[in-house]
């Protein structure tokens, strides 16, 4: 594949304070683009790193759909277009739904599902117009294959495939590309730190995470951001020109089906 070259194009990354957003946001810009990225709380120790790749961070609640036009909005007004957008502002939710609240419901479904629908529909009325553009989502495996511990995160990240398709199916008349990844476990994360700081035993909490992936578990480590923003990259790229309404595993065969023992 030749190299990716994305200079004098703006892309607009969605939770892009850690993880898999910085990790995609800062690889963008090292490709040439001029990249946004929105979170819910910006992180101060990304001021310095992204003001040298010329990475524009601000506040967005991605919750609101006032919020993400802004963010959209802002980035056009300085470059004039928008060429990629990455949906990947999302939060977790391990409940089984006796314990789920309306609140919590609205939380994980507004975060990981309506955030991405009104991201897509902000960009595609800047995209159409320029003859095209390609977005992605950040799913999950739990958007390939329910999972017992996380039924509402997992309704939530199958939503979320499923208007990944249906959006791609609508615009590709547009030239509008609309893809997801499907990442875990992914280390280095908020959501993954998160969930290990709530571990009785973090080490032991990280090896099951591990485990439960076959090639993670072959290599003895979860999947890095980086390697997922590398799809990513991928995705947004000139070579990806003909792929729309994919969903790629990057989860170590996690969601292929019951491993062999051992």
Sequence with gaps: MAAVDFTGRCAVVTGGANGIGRATAMRLARHGAKVFVGDLKPLPENERPFA?????????????????????DAAVAETARLDILVNNAGIGMVKQITEVTEDDWNACLDTNLKAAFFGCKHAVRHMIPAGGGAIINTASNAGLLPRAHDPVYSISKMALVALTKSLALCHA??????????????????????????????????AAFIAASPLAKSFGRM???EEVAEAILYLASDA???VTGTAIAIDGGKSLGVPPSG
Excluded: Y
Excluded at 181 to 186: A, M, S
């Design 173 to 206: 008349k547009d030239r509008v590309r609309i893809n997801c990844v499907c990442p875990g476990p992914v280390g280095d994360t908020g959501m993954m730190n998160a969930d290990l700081a709530k571990a009785a035993d973090r080490s032991q909490a990280e």
């Design 52 to 72: 040298e790749l010329g990475i524009v961070q601000r506040a967005c609640d991605v919750r609101s759909e006032a919020a993400l036009c802004e963010l959209i």
């Design 223 to 225: 999947i890095s951001p």
């Design 240 to 242: 990806a020109m003909m």
